[in-house]
């Protein structure tokens, strides 16, 4: 069983830059897994920021950005802001044709 | 614009069964892969199921395969989901999502909540 790990909880300054990761409990991610992230806050559906590893979505903006650091898939925003507090969740594309969600990073702004 | 509007949510005992949909608008629904991501309570997103433009390949996850079925409708521009053997763990809002570039979701509806209990 294949299982897609993010950080719980972060936290980042107003301004401040983090990074938030992506990673298998078995192997590394590449890109021919195909890495996106989304952005959900409470009550909401979830927002897509990043697809194709590093690929913003329409309209979001340049201070998102995505890469592979390492072994992971890693999304960084640069100058947070207040209204980034959210949660993000990465998905991973399976070669057995299916997706498999991170349990998710609480991002805190203060 | 895209919308995405799901429906059929409600409230079933265990071992029964449910029917969601989604309507779609705004864009040629034939085209696009669909897909199904469900939230329990206070919990993360899990992928469910996903079908292919014209209805012939799905995949589901191991938690629903063999008690969901995705289907579709292109005349209708509607995605299904059939429910059955509902356990309590798959109380959740269910989303529907568009698929997108690079294997991606790119538009998701506000989601329709089921909930399982006895």
């Known amino acids: 069983q294949t299982v897609v790990t993010q950080e719980p909880s972060f936290s980042v300054s107003p301004g401040g830059t983090v990074t938030l990761t992506c990673g298998l409990s078995?192997?590394?991610?590449?890109?021919?897994?195909?890495p996106s992230w989304y952005q959900q806050t409470p009550g909401q559906a979830p927002r897509t920021l990043i697809y194709?590893?590093?690929t913003r979505s329409s309209g979001v903006p340049d201070r998102f950005s995505g890469s592979i650091l390492g072994n992971k898939a890693a999304l960084t925003i640069t100058g947070a802001q207040a209204d980034d507090e959210s949660d993000y969740y990465c998905v991973l594309y399976m070669d057995s044709g299916i997706w498999v969600f991170g349990g998710g990073t609480k991002l805190t702004v203060l | 614009e895209v919308q995405l509007v799901e429906s059929g949510g409600g409230l079933v005992q265990p071992g029964g069964s449910l029917r969601l949909s989604c309507a779609a608008s705004?864009?040629?629904?034939?085209?696009?892969?669909m897909h199904w991501v469900r939230q329990a309570p206070g919990k993360g997103l899990v992928w469910v199921s996903r079908?292919?433009?014209?209805?012939?390949?799905?995949r589901y996850a191991d938690s629903v395969k063999g008690r969901f079925t995705i289907s579709r409708d292109n005349a209708k521009n509607t995605l299904y989901l059939e429910m059955n053997s509902l356990r309590v763990e798959d109380t959740a809002v269910y989303y529907c999502?568009?698929?997108?570039?690079?294997?991606?979701?790119?538009?998701w509806g506000q989601g329709t909540l089921v909930s399982v209990s006895s």
């Open positions: 078995s192997g590394s991610v590449s890109t021919s897994y195909y």
């Open positions: 079908i292919n433009s014209d209805g012939i390949s799905t």
């Open positions: 999502g568009r698929g997108s570039s690079g294997y991606s979701l790119g538009s």
């Open positions: 194709s590893t590093n």
């Open positions: 705004g864009f040629t629904f034939s085209t696009y892969w």
